[in-house]
């Protein structure tokens, strides 16, 4: 690029790729446009079905999230924050940031995560209760969940989480007998899954919503 643009830092055009400066002081232009420093990207998604919550789409060449982020964020070193099945669909944050992604992912930080899950069954009045005493899945006591019914016509409930298990929704609604239908992630933490996403689609987390994420 600096070979075959006016890449300015200061309005100094650069020639020498060794040359150090001060991101958050020097304005950088490339062609007069000024180019914005991002040392870490947080991209928010709307999972679609079919793809798979990885980097790198395995020996099968499955389509991943990194996939769809458009070409203009793509980095090295991004993957999602987190797995949603193949099927579910939702919220999934797409970071290079590997201490940001491993503070909302700790169990111990208890960041939660809001999904609305269709249900095959009703529920019955015990299970919100069994699920915030913390049920217990081949042998290992899960974190209270919160559930709450969300359609009085039909079988959607909202469910919270602040841990992360594999296939950890489908599995204990199995656990009581029931059987997950669709499940969305639509938000984590405070910060709600963009309504105007389309599946597929992705936009930069505002900066106020990832501080919201590292305080939370
Ligand atoms: N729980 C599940 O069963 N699947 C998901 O994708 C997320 C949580």
């Given at each position: 690029?600096?070979?075959?643009?006016?890449?300015?830092?200061?309005?100094?055009?650069?020639?020498?790729?060794?040359?150090?400066?001060?991101?958050?002081?020097?304005?950088?232009?490339?062609?007069?446009?000024?180019?914005?420093?991002?040392?870490?990207?947080?991209?928010?998604?709307?999972?679609?079905?079919?793809v798979i919550s990885a980097s790198d789409g395995g020996s099968r060449q499955e389509k991943t999230v990194v996939d769809l982020v458009p070409a203009c964020w793509r980095r090295p070193g991004l993957f999602p924050a987190g797995r949603l099945d193949k099927d579910t669909t939702g919220f999934v944050l797409i970071t290079d940031d590997g201490a940001f992604a491993h503070r909302i992912l700790?169990?111990?930080?208890?960041?939660?995560?809001?999904?609305?899950?269709?249900?095959?069954?009703?529920?019955?009045?015990?299970?919100?209760?069994?699920?915030?005493?913390?049920?217990?899945?081949?042998?290992?006591?899960?974190?209270?969940?919160?559930?709450?019914?969300?359609?009085?016509?039909?079988?959607?409930?909202?469910?919270?989480?602040?841990?992360?298990?594999?296939?950890?929704?489908?599995?204990?609604?199995?656990?009581?007998?029931?059987?997950?239908?669709?499940?969305?992630?639509?938000?984590?933490?405070?910060?709600?899954?963009?309504?105007?996403?389309?599946?597929?689609?992705?936009?930069?987390?505002?900066?106020?919503?990832?501080?919201?994420?590292?305080?939370?």
């Amino acid at each position: 690029m600096l070979r075959r643009e006016n890449v300015c830092v200061d309005g100094v055009r650069m020639s020498d790729a060794g040359f150090l400066f001060d991101p958050n002081v020097s304005t950088v232009t490339v062609g007069g446009e000024t180019v914005e420093y991002r040392e870490h990207l947080y991209i928010m998604m709307n999972k679609p079905e079919g793809v798979i919550s990885a980097s790198d789409g395995g020996s099968r060449q499955e389509k991943t999230v990194v996939d769809l982020v458009p070409a203009c964020w793509r980095r090295p070193g991004l993957f999602p924050a987190g797995r949603l099945d193949k099927d579910t669909t939702g919220f999934v944050l797409i970071t290079d940031d590997g201490a940001f992604a491993h503070r909302i992912l700790s169990p111990v930080k208890h960041v939660p995560k809001t999904y609305h899950v269709w249900l095959r069954d009703p529920v019955p009045a015990s299970v919100p209760t069994l699920f915030a005493a913390g049920l217990t899945l081949d042998g290992e006591r899960l974190q209270a969940a919160s559930l709450r019914r969300l359609s009085s016509d039909a079988l959607i409930y909202e469910i919270v989480l602040t841990q992360g298990k594999y296939h950890q929704i489908k599995r204990m609604f199995a656990s009581v007998g029931n059987a997950v239908i669709k499940l969305d992630r639509v938000a984590i933490g405070d910060v709600l899954l963009d309504p105007t996403l389309l599946p597929g689609e992705c936009r930069l987390m505002r900066d106020y919503e990832v501080l919201s994420l590292i305080k939370a």
